[in-house]
């Protein structure tokens, strides 16, 4: 069992950077991968980057050379660093672990204002 809890979503201007973090506790030793999906209004739920355990990284085109993800595995965490973000990056961000199954964060909003 694991349970992850989002932080860093919020309110910027085009252009602007935000951090995002997932904490996750419980049954940490287990988990392999870990990431982030994101969900607009309407909108089906889009990948958006995953990071393995040894930390090899893979990104969405939309996210790839603005969005850098990061994981440290002796505090259970993983980190989306967003950088020149535009407005059609506004969603619900959530952080995703897997082990023989994957566990869903609650969301956090992320609102870029033109």
């Known amino acids: 069992q694991v349970q992850l809890v989002e932080s860093g979503g919020g309110l910027v201007q085009a252009g602007g950077s935000l951090r995002l973090a997932c904490a996750a506790s419980?049954?940490?030793?287990?988990?392999?991968?870990m990431g982030w999906y994101r969900q607009a209004p309407g909108n089906e739920r889009e990948f958006v980057a995953r990071?393995?355990?040894?930390?090899?990284?893979t990104y969405t085109d939309a996210a790839k050379g603005r969005f850098t993800i990061s994981r440290d595995n002796a505090k259970s965490t993983v980190s989306l660093q967003m950088r020149s973000l535009e407005p059609e990056d506004t969603a619900v961000y959530f952080c995703?672990?897997?082990?023989?199954?994957?566990?869903w964060g609650q969301g956090t909003q992320v609102t870029v204002s033109s």
């Open positions: 995703y672990a897997e082990n023989y199954r994957t566990y």
């Open positions: 419980g049954n940490t030793a287990s988990i392999r991968d």
């Open positions: 990071i393995s355990r040894p930390g090899a990284a």
